[in-house]
């Protein structure tokens, strides 16, 4: 049964630092994998879609890492502000289930 | 923690029927519920957002007459594809979140997954 990790549960930054939060799966065979941005009270926005197939994904300043063989997955968030202060989250999916990390809680400090 | 289940898990129906899918929160009481889908190679969307008692916020292109959503009780909202045609086959699932939960906490159903043949 596939189990994803994410670490760290929360991390607090001051505005423009670079970061990196980490997800990690225990089966490999995976299809894809996912991050989000979760606002409180909101549904989840698609921040980058991974397919098994490639190593990383860019959107502006997000950059998604992708390693099936040692089971990670990092993003990168460059220049953080206080706008992107949320709940990330990151989903494996095979082809019969998905199954999301509980998430890290990013506060970014003006 | 808190458990969300979906039924059924797997449908496989005939194009021109009509679908539901139910989505329960089994161990709280979900006021906000979320309904996703996830087409293949795509990223997983948001469809709706369904609040108890009152009629659930589609996202913009989501037909609501085609995905009718209702959610009458705490712990219960479903889905209901009408119609359904092949494009419609997708994997759904759905997310709660409600009383005594904190507002960052989502947790997930298992999915559905939908084929129209």
């Known amino acids: 049964k596939q189990e994803v990790t994410q670490i760290p549960a929360a991390l607090s930054v001051p505005e423009g630092e670079n970061l990196v939060l980490n997800c990690s799966f225990t089966d490999s065979a995976i299809y894809n994998l996912q991050w989000f941005r979760q606002d409180p009270g909101k549904g989840l926005t698609s921040l980058l879609l991974i397919q098994s197939s490639q190593r990383e994904q860019t959107s502006g300043r997000l950059n998604a890492s992708l390693d099936k063989s040692s089971g990670r997955s990092t993003l990168y968030i460059a220049a953080s502000q206080p706008g992107d202060s949320a709940t990330y989250l990151c989903?494996?999916?095979?082809?019969?289930?998905?199954?999301f990390g509980a998430g890290t809680r990013l506060t970014v400090k003006p | 923690g808190a458990v969300v289940s979906q039924h059924p898990s797997r449908v496989i129906c005939k194009s021109g029927t009509s679908v539901k899918i139910e989505c329960r929160s089994l161990?709280?009481?979900?006021?906000?519920m979320f309904w996703y889908r996830q087409f293949p190679k795509q990223s997983l969307m948001l469809m709706a957002t369904s609040n108890e008692g009152s009629k659930a916020t589609y996202e913009q292109g989501v037909e609501k007459d085609k995905f009718l959503i209702n959610h009458a009780s705490l712990t219960l909202s479903t889905l209901t594809v009408t119609s359904a045609h092949p494009e419609d086959s997708s994997f759904y699932i759905c997310s709660a979140t409600g009383q005594g939960k904190s507002l960052d906490e989502q947790f997930f159903g298992p999915g559905t997954r939908l084929t129209v043949l």
């Open positions: 161990d709280f009481q979900a006021t906000t």
């Open positions: 989903a494996v999916s095979d082809n019969n289930d998905m199954r």
